[in-house]
């Protein structure tokens, strides 16, 4: 496969476990277009053309030629100068990282827009999720402003290592998996919601290395009520105001990868339990299963950077 078709399948798979769903997608991307065409000649020298086709500004090919064919992949959930100079070393063709890089840091703000969508099909009024959101979504990309966004991509660029990012790509097909997983067992209580989590074998193996699956508000004798998934996927922590109308909605326990100190004294508010699966775990599993497509392809994969490597090939 070439870097180009990675990064198809990577944004295919994405748009497939969505879930706003593939109509949904078509709506957000019909609308981008709409917008770029109204754009003065000088504004569209800046727009970002590769919003027009793929919906996830946090997911991008950061370096390389787009065609150079790929047989070794160095991946992993954080990637850092050692992990490039690994590359090097060990003659991989692409380096892979989960969390975003360079023009996709930039634009992790983008696609937290999802969590409205989400938080809609949960039951919280359109117009309410709207309007926390973007307040968290405008405090996000102030925060995102002063980053050094692309010092990675640079020292992949000196070392001529390809280097791509795929963040909310893998995180819907976690969220499509995790959301399974739990409807499938339907759980109770929140005990039994952990022992679902604990059949997944990343999460096993975080609970080895002391960073499994907890349960942050609540107890395990807790009824688990409606449980929903709003805080897997969507870039990165909504607003923590949400926890009281997902409450009014009727919403009983929010699964989360993981959540500030003020997010969950809001829950506590409202009442809500929360269960944090893992914040690296569940990463490892939405990169999983596009590295286990890869591996089908004949592509060698090398875990680094936190990525807790289980095949399901």
Do not use: W
Not at 131 to 140: F, M, T, Y
Not at 190 to 204: A, G, N, Q, T, W
Not at 248 to 271: C, D, F, L, P, W
Request: glycine share 8%; net charge negative.
């Amino acid at each position: 496969m070439t870097i180009k078709e990675i990064y198809d399948l990577a944004v295919k798979k994405g748009i497939e476990t969505d879930f706003r769903g593939i109509s949904g997608i078509e709506i957000d991307l019909k609308r981008r277009k709409e917008k770029y065409e109204k754009l003065s000649e000088d504004e569209k020298e800046y727009f970002d053309k590769e919003r027009l086709t793929n919906p996830f500004a946090d997911s991008r090919i950061l370096y390389g030629d787009p065609d150079k064919e790929i047989k070794k992949i160095i991946a992993g959930i954080d990637i850092e100068g050692g992990e490039i100079f690994l590359a090097k070393e060990l003659g991989a063709d692409l380096v892979f990282s989960h969390h975003p890089e360079g023009i996709a840091l930039a634009g992790l703000d983008d696609v937290m827009h999802l969590q409205i969508d989400v938080l809609a099909q949960y039951g919280v009024p359109i117009n309410i999720a709207e309007k926390l959101l973007k307040k968290r979504i405008s405090e996000v990309t102030r925060g995102l402003s002063p980053a050094n966004h692309n010092r990675v991509v640079d020292l992949a660029r000196a070392l001529n290592i390809p280097i791509m990012c795929g963040h909310t790509v893998c995180d819907n097909r976690v969220a499509r998996f995790v959301e399974d997983k739990i409807t499938k067992d339907n759980p109770q209580y929140l005990e039994e919601v952990m022992k679902s989590l604990m059949e997944i074998p990343e999460y096993k193996e975080a609970t080895k290395m002391g960073a499994g699956p907890q349960i942050f508000v609540g107890d395990s004798d807790n009824r688990a009520g409606k449980i929903v998934f709003t805080e897997i996927t969507g870039g990165t922590e909504g607003a923590p105001e949400i926890y009281e109308k997902l409450a009014q909605a009727g919403a009983g326990t929010v699964i989360g990868m993981h959540i500030s100190e003020k997010h969950r004294e809001e829950a506590e508010k409202a009442n809500i339990n929360v269960v944090i699966a893992g914040h690296i775990s569940s990463d490892s599993i939405g990169v999983n299963l596009l590295m286990d497509d890869l591996e089908k392809a004949g592509i060698e994969i090398i875990p680094v950077g936190g990525l807790i490597r289980y095949k399901r090939i």
